[in-house]
Nanobody
Framework: QVQLVESGGGLVQAGGSLRLSCVASGRAFSNYAMGWFRQAPGKEREFVAAINWSGGSTYYADSVKGRFTISRDNSKNTVYLQMNSLKPEDTAVYYC?????????????????WGQGTQVTVSS
């Protein structure tokens, strides 16, 4: 079993930055890939970014490429999402997810465990 706890969400003005963190407990963190997804009201959960087990490979949704950066620290069992140049359309609940394989996944169904989510609100 893997438990994921996100933090770092909040209210920020357009153009601002936030850094989300997700701490994992349970199984060996370095054995699995991690991802960030988001869900806005009335919309389906969508892929944001993913990172493989070592941190050597990352992948981003086109909507966040160049603005968001995913990283991980396996010594701290933590994955991060640095979000810069935030836009009102980035407003959503952001979820951390763990995939019990070492390679990247981009689908909701690729992931085995999910955090409870953290709210990000970007005002215009």
């Amino acid at each position: 079993q893997v438990q994921l706890v996100e933090s770092g969400g909040g209210l920020v003005q357009a153009g601002g930055s936030l850094r989300l963190s997700c701490v994992a407990s349970g199984r060996a963190f370095s054995n699995y890939a991690m991802g960030w997804f988001r869900q806005a009201p009335g919309k389906e959960r969508e892929f944001v970014a993913a990172i493989n087990w070592s941190g050597g490979s990352t992948y981003y949704a086109d909507s966040v490429k160049g603005r968001f950066t995913i990283s991980r620290d396996n010594s701290k069992n933590t994955v991060y999402l640095q979000m810069n140049s935030l836009k009102p359309e980035d407003t959503a609940v952001y979820y951390c997810a763990a995939r019990l394989v070492i390679g990247i996944g981009v689908l909701v169904s690729d992931y085995n465990y999910w955090g409870q989510g953290t709210q990000v609100t970007v005002s215009s």
